[in-house]
């Protein structure tokens, strides 16, 4: 597995969290504190105070930065040492200095962080007025609290903490109440310790690795280096057996990132850092957990008064933490829980030889954790549309009026009076015949039309037929195909009006009026006359969508299988489409597609019947493309069926060329390759794809995951075929999906961090396909 490198040359992350120390000292002595306990003691050397001057500068900073930017809202921390020692009336001046500062420019995100003590009436009154939000420092019952959160003479700190959070969760003082904040200790009960956050009820629970590096390893005190992992996994199965009745984020960034979506704290996942600090003399920092490393490790030589926050985040120790993938350890790099942990939190990679090129201290737990959480929602997380048929075509009839509901809301606003007259129409159909509408909008190439529609309206050029033109034969066809008294105008071009699933009217460029008649539809055009055309005779004037006749053998091809050789944007195949076959050039065609499904039917009947599933619409391309005996392109995609994934469910594109075995194995690999694509668009089989590449046993260059994923999921069909008699032996690697190139394919995606919880589950059932057909007599 090979990492890109790419975020090397990333361009300036903007900052959009603040964390402002408006205190630099402490009212308790918590020995786990990195800032007074570890290795950087440079608060000795601050003010203990926020001086006024700073909060100026740095007001006027951040409102420079977010209107540079143009940033929609910011986030502002306020952090000590202990924030409230500021007192309220400082506390005051500086939530009145950015809350000026910023009017106008961006929104204020207001939260502080403390331990609670010095959280009153006051205070509280204060944060409502400015909508500070409130998080709390608390590790569990009296017990774990006071292992660590202790005063100086050594007094709990506990019954003052739960006063203020009770103060807090007050009905008129709740919706300041953002959460509570939880360092682990592995000596206490992380049931026990669950409970007694939950008896706070708080809106959200963080839970916290102590900060430790290479050099200062955490306490293990039963010496395993799973610990916290353990730890943590009996904390899981306690919220999960409760419900999960909080947000717990440790928790909910590890279900996002195995089901492909974004980490959701700094200390897990590869999203960029974008977080700076500002101490109380103004110097500007990295994240404050650097300072557990070494003295000097956040510094950054830069300060509010001299620098504006573009040179801040163009320091190399800034863009390090924003590399993603290419910013994490080769070790780190070629591990499959990767994109879960991220390495772990930047500052617990530190070792004195080496700087952060290290994974994390809590490797092992790591890795333990983001496995033991998978394997305990694995089944419940992989997505419907993986494992039901039914599912999956229900999500991409919903994504087809997902993309036309966009189109309408781009083009609605600016004024195009055709688009608007046919939506009109589309609305009246959809209330009077849904189901025509539906077979309409369901046709692959309504998809095709309205990608390259929004592409062309986004990018601000016209698009090849004008959507309201395009629209109006759409909602044309609806009227025919639900027989509907409906008038349905229609503006189009020269050379013909296409019909979507019924055909081509040879017509003049204007208006024309389509109405739906007993046997059919009648086109008027503007110069009044009008021709009436029935389902189905090829006419001068009139090319009809061609229906072919089922093929040989139980139901395959499907009975309704359309010829497609009309619709003018049926080019989103990797070949060009063929041009409208004469009847001669059909009938040849449609009898080479027969031998071909026959063969199918006789060799892999499972695999024929599989292929027939779904398919709607076939379309002759131009050319031979790869033939069964072309070795590997036949596997690896440069084959008959095509890449592109612009067009909807149901299309498969087959060279009119090719051969009878040719033609076989482009309907059994093509439609294997449009099922799993069409997968994609509705389900995440991965993320991150292309930040690794892989070997292939099929290329060349090394490919990202979701290449390799298709090459081997079409390797599979097309193995199956060959050792059936379909064509020449795959055999140990022999042929183009030989037995041992498939192995070594799906031992790599084994091992690859971009395949989600829905990817591994597609991935175990194609070995599972595999290691059927490997024990199925060979013909």
């Avoid at 175990?764 to 024990?775: C, K, N, V």
Wanted: proline share 6%.
């Amino acid at each position: 597995m090979e990492a890109t490198g790419a975020g090397a040359a990333a361009a300036l992350i903007p900052f959009r969290e603040f964390v402002v120390k408006v205190h630099s000292r402490c009212d308790l002595a918590c020995d786990h504190c990195y800032i007074y306990e570890h290795a950087d003691q440079s608060w000795r050397q601050r003010p203990a105070v926020i001086p006024e001057a700073v909060v100026e500068r740095f007001a006027e900073r951040l409102a420079e930065h977010a209107r540079a930017h143009a940033l929609p809202s910011v986030t502002v921390i306020l952090l000590g040492g202990e924030p409230l020692l500021a007192g309220p009336a400082r506390l005051r001046r500086l939530c009145e200095a950015l809350t000026r500062a910023l009017d106008g420019v961006a929104g204020l995100d207001l939260r502080v962080h403390t331990n609670g003590l010095r959280l009153n009436e006051s205070v509280l009154a204060l944060f409502a007025e400015y909508g500070v939000g409130i998080g709390v420092s608390l590790d569990g019952d009296r017990a774990a609290n006071d292992r660590h959160r202790r005063y100086a003479n050594g007094r709990s700190s506990h019954s003052r903490v739960l006063a203020a959070i009770g103060l807090l969760g007050e009905d008129r003082h709740r919706p300041l109440y953002q959460g509570l904040l939880c360092t682990i200790d592995v000596r206490n009960d992380p049931a026990a310790v669950l409970d007694a956050l939950l008896a706070l009820a708080p809106p959200r629970i963080d839970f916290l690795l102590p900060h430790a590096t290479w050099e200062a390893p955490p306490p293990r005190p039963d010496g395993r280096p799973d610990a916290y992992a353990r730890w943590l996994l009996r904390l899981f199965d306690h919220w999960d057996g409760l419900g999960r009745p909080v947000p717990v984020r440790l928790f909910d960034s590890l279900l996002s990132t195995l089901r492909g979506g974004p980490s959701l704290t700094e200390s897990l996942g590869l999203t960029p850092t974008d977080l700076v600090v500002v101490e109380t003399d103004g110097t500007l920092e990295q994240a404050d957990s650097l300072k557990t490393a070494h003295e000097g490790a956040a510094a950054t030589g830069f300060d509010v008064f001299r620098h504006a926050f573009d040179e801040v985040a163009a320091h190399p120790g800034i863009r390090a933490r924003q590399l993603g993938l290419a910013g994490v350890s080769a070790e780190c790099r070629a591990c499959p829980v990767v994109r879960s942990c991220g390495g772990g939190l930047y500052a617990h990679r530190y070792r004195a030889g080496n700087g952060f090129d290290n994974p994390s201290v809590y490797c092992a737990d790591l890795k333990a954790l983001v496995e033991g959480v998978e394997q305990r929602t694995a089944r419940a997380s992989v997505a419907a549309e993986a494992t039901e048929p039914t599912a999956l075509a229900a999500a991409q009839q919903e994504l087809t009026r997902v993309l036309l509901v966009r189109l309408n809301a781009e083009l609605e606003g600016r004024g195009d009076a055709d688009w608007r007259r046919a939506w009109e129409l589309v609305t009246a159909v959809e209330a009077e015949a849904p189901d025509a509408l539906d077979a309409v909008l369901d046709h692959p190439y309504t998809r095709t039309w309205l990608l390259a529609a929004l592409d062309a309206v986004r990018q601000g050029r016209p698009p090849r037929v004008a959507s309201g033109h395009r629209l109006s034969a759409l909602a044309a066809a609806a009227v025919v195909r639900g027989r509907l008294e409906l008038p349905a105008p229609v503006d189009h071009g020269g050379g013909g009006l296409y019909l979507p699933t019924l055909g081509l009217v040879r017509a003049d460029r204007g208006r024309t009026e389509v109405r739906a008649t007993e046997e059919g539809f009648s086109v008027r055009g503007e110069g009044g006359r009008v021709r009436t055309f029935g389902p189905g005779g090829e006419a001068a004037d009139w090319q009809p969508v061609r229906v072919l006749a089922g093929g040989a053998g139980a139901g395959v091809p499907p009975a309704s299988l359309v010829l497609e050789d009309l619709d003018p944007d049926r080019g989103c195949f990797a070949l060009p489409p063929a041009p409208r076959l004469d009847a001669t050039g059909a009938g040849r065609w449609e009898r080479r597609l027969a031998e071909a499904w026959e063969l199918l039917h006789r060799t892999v009947p499972a695999r024929a019947r599989e292929t027939a599933a779904g398919l709607t619409t076939l379309t002759p391309l131009a050319g031979a493309g790869a033939g069964a005996g072309a070795g590997a392109g036949a596997v690896a995609g440069a084959g008959a069926a095509g890449e592109d994934a612009r067009r909807g469910p149901g299309a498969l594109g087959v060279p009119l060329g090719a051969g009878v075995r040719e033609t076989a194995l482009a309907l059994l690999t093509g439609r294997r390759r449009a099922r799993l694509r069409e997968l994609t668009e509705v389900a995440d089989l991965y993320a991150s794809d292309g930040e690794w590449l892989h070997p292939s046993p099929w290329r060349e260059e090394p490919v990202p995951v979701s290449r390799l994923l298709a090459d081997a999921h079409a390797a599979v069909a097309a193995e199956a075929f060959h050792r059936a008699g379909g064509g020449p032996g795959g055999g140990s690697g022999g042929g183009p999906g030989g037995a041992d190139r498939i192995e070594r394919a799906l031992d790599r995606l084994d091992g690859a961090a971009e395949l989600t919880v829905s990817g591994k589950a597609v991935l175990a059932a194609l070995r599972r396909e595999f290691a059927s057909e490997m024990s199925a007599p060979r013909a």
